[in-house]
């Protein structure tokens, strides 16, 4: 299937590369094929990365905004030229498909022009003072350095949404990318250079979790964090940073509830169910993990799912045909099959659930869940739908706001009162009426409640911006005009 060179991937500390390529990472959909090697930074390499990005800062910040937002554009135009390159090289490091992943790129590319353009549009507020000569307004500044620490899912996205409005801000960044996609973190990194970002401007470290992220989360020159990944981490990393007071957003897990009402077109629910929870292999933030039946809906809509699922067979996401990709890593398919087997145990799978080869899990469905079970209640990040059945709509969002996590939320309803209803008591940062709990469009705000997120800041929209600067609230006197006339 054409190309499977090898890259050599380095940190960029100051624009230089840096390290040897120690760790490898193979494509989860063809053992044999290396897509890179790349270093294991370490505490120092930390460090070099945090000085350089510091000594950047003052420069950057005084650069004129729409000069800023100008690099982010040219970015944006490099990276659409590599696009298919870059989309291939997603699939062989993260597995899901060529489709998936060229739409990934594309946002990216979306992502960098969006806010290239808030260059223009950085602002503060004039408010009227109570006493005369007097000007008040605030200003936004950026906060300094910042620590980008990303995972595998999306690998260029969810970069991408953070280190922009980051750079636009007039903030420096050092990035950390999860192991499991250095070379995706490599492109995006290597478009804004190429597009003219000063040196030290933004660096790329790369290194486990544990030692390159606690170094970046603990280190006193960092200003601000921020994190995407799985709560557990999430909650070390705001332990460690709120104790030094420095500035953190988390984005985290979810167990996103999909309510098919009484009165919805079945069909169309179980295909978007589908989308949701067996797209991108069930390894989204946003996955439609809990489908939550409305009455008589139930039998008919297990029939409609199971055949959903039974036209998703996995296979290499390079394949022209593929529908879903494999399973990220051996780690992710041990974590899928002990649900499986949990799941097994507290109510009944009917459809899918086996390995077919190496890391390809066929999406799986498991009816009669309880909202106790461990099913209906952990994050399992995997293509594994449960449907629990419930009498009536409020039974439904009880059930749906019964979790600890509160990121994106769902229903298929053809009646707009009770979509209202459910809108204004479902428990979620991001609530959806007939469309699949995945998806997100750029300039909306993002982010969770409960423990999906810190809560406190959005991300994606105009609103990224307010993690990213920090206000300032100035008091300007001046003296009464005499006219020379
Ligand atoms: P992890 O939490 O394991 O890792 C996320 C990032 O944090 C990686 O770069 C990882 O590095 C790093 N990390 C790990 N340990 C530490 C530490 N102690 N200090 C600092 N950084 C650390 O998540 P995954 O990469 O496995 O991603 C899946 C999770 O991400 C799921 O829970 C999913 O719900 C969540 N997610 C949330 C989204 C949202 O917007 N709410 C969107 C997408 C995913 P390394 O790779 O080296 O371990």
Redesign the pocket.
């Known amino acids: 299937m054409g190309t499977t060179a090898t890259e050599t991937l380095q940190h960029v500390i100051g624009g230089d590369g840096f390290g040897a390529g120690d760790r490898e990472r193979r494509n989860p959909a063809n053992a044999g094929d290396v897509v890179s090697r790349f270093p294991a930074g370490g505490t120092a390499d930390v460090h070099r990365a945090v000085g350089v990005a510091a000594d950047a800062f003052a420069a950057w910040a005084s650069t004129p905004a729409p000069e800023r937002g100008a690099i982010l554009i040219k970015a944006a135009a490099i990276l659409e030229s590599r696009l298919a390159e870059v989309a291939r090289d997603l699939t062989r490091e993260e597995g899901k498909t060529l489709g998936e992943s060229t739409g990934e790129v594309r946002r990216a590319v979306d992502i960098l022009r969006y806010y290239g353009g808030e260059g223009w549009r950085l602002s503060g507020e004039m408010v009227p003072a109570s006493t005369r000569n007097q000007i008040l307004y605030t200003r936004r500044e950026p906060v300094g350095v910042v620590a980008v620490?990303?995972?595998?899912?999306?690998p260029i996205a969810?970069p991408t949404w953070k280190i922009a409005p980051a750079l636009v801000s007039g903030n420096t960044v050092v990035f950390?990318?999860?192991?499991?996609t250095p070379l995706t973190a490599h492109h995006l990194v290597r478009a804004l250079l190429d597009a003219g970002l000063p040196k030290g401007v933004l660096n790329l470290v790369y290194?486990?979790?544990?030692e390159?992220?606690?170094a970046?989360?603990g280190n006193d020159a960092v200003a601000a964090v921020s994190?995407?990944?799985?709560?557990?981490?999430?909650k070390?990393?705001h332990d460690i940073a709120s104790r030094r007071m420095a500035r953190v957003q988390l984005?985290?897990?979810?167990k996103n509830p999909f309510i098919v009402a009484e009165d919805a077109s079945v069909d169309e629910a179980a295909a978007l169910a589908a989308v949701g929870g067996w797209g991108l292999t069930g390894?989204?933030?946003?996955a439609t993990s809990r489908v939550i039946a409305v009455g008589r809906v139930l039998e008919p809509l297990i029939e409609a799912l199971k055949r959903e699922a039974a036209s998703r067979a996995p296979g290499d996401g390079l394949a022209p045909d593929a529908k879903m990709g494999p399973v990220v890593s051996e780690s992710?398919l041990a974590t899928d099959l002990s649900y499986l087997d949990i799941g097994r145990k507290e109510a009944e799978l009917v459809s899918g659930g086996r390995v077919l080869d190496g890391l390809f899990l066929e999406p799986a469905l498991f009816v009669a869940v309880k909202p106790q079970h461990r099913i209906a209640r952990e994050?399992i990040?995997g293509p594994i739908i449960g449907i629990i059945a419930v009498t009536d709509l409020d039974e439904a969002i009880a059930v749906a706001n019964d979790s600890e996590y509160g990121?994106s939320a769902s229903i298929s309803t053809n009646n707009m009162a009770a979509a209202h209803y459910f809108i204004e008591r479902i428990e979620a940062g991001v609530v959806k009426v007939n469309q699949p709990t995945t998806g997100l469009e750029l300039n909306m705000p993002?982010?969770?409640s409960k423990n999906?997120?810190t809560g406190t800041f959005r991300?994606q929209g105009r609103t990224a911006v307010d993690f990213y600067t920090r206000s300032k609230s100035v008091y300007l006197r001046y003296g009464e005009h005499r006219s020379s006339t």
Do not use: H, R, Y
């Open positions: 620490i990303t995972p595998w899912n999306f969810i950390k990318p999860a192991s499991i290194g486990s979790g544990s390159v992220g606690d970046l989360v994190f995407t990944g799985s709560t557990s981490v999430g070390g990393i984005e985290m897990g979810g390894q989204a933030c946003t992710q994050e990040f990121l993002f982010g969770g999906s997120s991300e």
